[in-house]
């Protein structure tokens, strides 16, 4: 039997060390074999890191998708506004750290396209790369095999199927519906995700809905920060409402808390306070959106202002919040009955209703007529029902508005009104100008 060597040898060819046996006796620091061990040779030793890559690979049921790697992924994604590439670039740097060592649970959030499948596959990819067990698959083609694993003539029973994705040492389950065409299916989807929950057992998971529409037991395991990593990779609004989004103007995206001038200097000591405490209400419900936030005020004393910053600042965070002007709002949904239209009206009044966070700017005199008054209500009294988080800016008095729809936005258990007694702003840039042309 030969001694240990490092030299290679051609695939296919006898090792010219062990002469075929497969293993050989390790050399001692002298230089000596020693002939009380024996170790798989070099060839054995490819041999077999290639039958269990091969085996992993097959193991883990990602078939084509074995292209998808983190080498072949942009860090920051396929956007080009900055927001959106920085917040890709924190959720790819997350992906490849889980990847490295995969703990507790990691969440995707987005729409189609956005690249969670791409990251999930990367993931598995690597694992499989360092020799490491990983199992993917859809959670449509989990639940068609589940099904079809009752049939007698199967491979594989129900239990093996069942148990082995349950207790694979990382699962990745792309795609995954909140709400299960039955009830079969959404209680096979519960007994998977509790058994791994309970068992610490690393997970990795798609979907493309936002958190508020989780049941409230899967959402408080995504709750548990120490266990679950939840990141959104981009807004969760449908591309016929992104190009209704307000913040895509560059304008708006320039109003943040930073760019927010509190100190105006030709204002009273009681406008400065107003305005700073506005400011302080605004950066506490952009941290924790909850309830409504009402802001009244004139044109130009900083309420849109403050209301882009909240959106911003979700927006950043890679939290979902939709911003729309209250006119721009009803001329789309006027636009949505014609047939060329490429969402019905249902469908956008639906979207727009259930959004996480919904700003409404500019709620005023455009709902004079029956018809937006009727539409306004609707959006309004649904959000109050469901207590989603909601912001309000207008110029008009309570007293100005359809008594049902005010008697909402005063509830004190739901909303807080604050009136910004600060003046126009512009009036401000216009006293400048003068005075830089004496």
């Known amino acids: 039997m030969g001694t240990w060597s490092k030299d290679s040898q051609d695939e296919g060819q006898d090792c010219p060390i062990c002469k075929g046996a497969g293993f050989v006796h390790p050399l001692l620091s002298s230089g000596q074999p020693d002939f009380s061990q024996v170790v798989p040779c070099q060839c054995v030793t490819r041999r077999l890191r290639t039958e269990k890559l091969g085996y992993l690979e097959k193991y883990s049921n990602i078939g084509p998708l074995s292209q998808l790697t983190f080498d072949n992924l942009s860090p920051k994604g396929k956007k080009g506004d900055a927001n959106l590439q920085e917040r890709f670039a924190r959720v790819y740097e997350a992906a490849k750290a889980f990847a490295d060592e995969p703990e507790g649970w990691l969440v995707f959030l987005g729409s189609s396209g956005c690249g969670k499948t791409h990251l999930t596959c990367a993931i598995v990819n690597h694992r499989l790369s360092l020799g490491k ?33 349950k207790n694979t040492p990382l699962l990745a389950l792309d795609d995954l519906q909140v709400e299960a065409s039955t009830s079969w299916a959404k209680e096979k989807l519960e007994q998977l995700l509790n058994h791994r929950f309970n068992a610490r057992l690393a997970t990795v998971i798609t979907m493309d809905v936002s958190l508020e529409k989780l ?5 408080s395991r995504l709750s548990e920060s120490d266990f679950c990593q939840v990141h959104v990779i981009e807004q969760c609004l ?28 030709n204002l009273s000591l009681e406008q400065r306070q107003n305005l700073k405490q506005a400011c302080h209400l605004a950066v506490d419900f952009a941290n924790s959106p909850d309830g409504w936030l009402v802001f009244q005020g004139v044109n130009g004393c900083g309420k849109t202002h403050l209301a882009a910053a909240i959106a911003n600042h979700l927006s950043e965070q890679g939290k979902p919040v939709f911003f729309v002007v209250v006119p721009d709002l009803l001329d789309h949904l006027r636009s949505s009955f014609s047939p060329d239209s490429k969402i019905s009206y249902d469908e956008f009044l639906e979207k727009t209703k259930k959004s996480p966070v919904l700003i409404l700017d500019d709620f005023g005199e455009q709902s004079a007529t029956p018809w937006a008054q009727e539409k306004l209500y609707q959006l309004i009294n649904y959000r109050y029902n ?29 909303s807080l009104v604050f009136n910004i007694i600060a003046p126009d702003y512009r009036g401000d840039v216009k006293s400048t100008r003068r005075a830089k042309r004496y």
Not at 136 to 147: C, E, S, T
Not at 215 to 219: A, E, G, K, S
Not at 239 to 265: I, N, V, W, Y
């Open 133 to 165: 067990p990983a199992f993917y698959i859809g959670v449509a083609d989990l639940l068609d095999h589940l099904r079809s694993a009752f049939s007698p003539t199967n491979d594989i029973t129900y239990d093996e199927l069942f148990e082995q994705v």
């Open 238 to 265: 449908p591309p016929a409402l992104e190009g209704l989004d307000g913040l895509q103007l560059e304008l708006l995206r320039s109003m943040t808390f930073d760019t927010f001038d509190h100190k105006r200097l």
């Open 215 to 219: 049941d409230d037991r899967l959402r």
């Open 386 to 414: 469901a207590r989603l988080p909601t912001v309000i800016t207008t110029s008009l008095s309570l007293d100005e508005i359809e008594t049902r729809i005010s008697s909402r936005m005063v509830d004190p258990r739901l």
